[in-house]
């Protein structure tokens, strides 16, 4: 029950649109904003720079 009840928050986290990504210019999903991070992190190491990584911001 109380896995069922977690996942159930999550997934509803996860489908909220949220405006924390700088580099974008209109809300996107936790979820896609996490696929956005993941994808920028992967670029910066791949290229070996760390600049082209831009950390979320949270007021």
């Given at each position: 029950m109380e896995l069922r009840f977690f996942l159930s928050k999550l997934?509803?986290?996860l489908q909220?649109?949220?405006?924390?990504?700088s580099y974008v210019d209109h809300a996107v999903?936790?979820?896609r904003g996490i696929a956005?991070?993941?994808?920028?992190l992967v670029k910066a190491m791949e290229e070996e720079d760390a600049f082209l990584y831009k950390p979320?911001?949270?007021r």
């Open positions: 997934e509803k986290k909220t649109d949220v405006k924390y990504l999903s936790f979820r956005l991070q993941m994808n920028m979320i911001e949270i």
